[in-house]
């Protein structure tokens, strides 16, 4: 079974547009790397409920919630 059918229709790519950029601003307030702070407003631009990663950059966010999104780092 090929995995790539699959993984389309489980995962929707999201864009980033000029207000995702606006949000961005996570970059200052909470001193993420600008990729990081690009991938964080993105969740919170689509209103996702939850946004989890891996990523050790979001540690001190772990838990919080920002405007609608929970920010959970495994």
């Known amino acids: 079974m090929e995995i790539k059918p699959k993984l389309s229709q489980l995962i929707k790519p999201l864009q980033i547009d000029q207000e995702t950029c606006m949000r961005a601003q996570l970059r200052t307030l909470e ?41 959970i780092k495994l």
Do not use: H, M, V, W
């Not at 702070?37 to 772990?62: H, K, M």
């Open 31 to 71: 001193k993420l790397p600008e990729i990081d702070s690009l991938i964080a407003a993105t969740a919170i631009r689509y209103n996702l409920d939850y946004f989890y990663t891996f990523d050790d950059g979001f540690t001190r966010l772990n838990n919080r919630k920002i405007q609608n999104t929970t920010i």
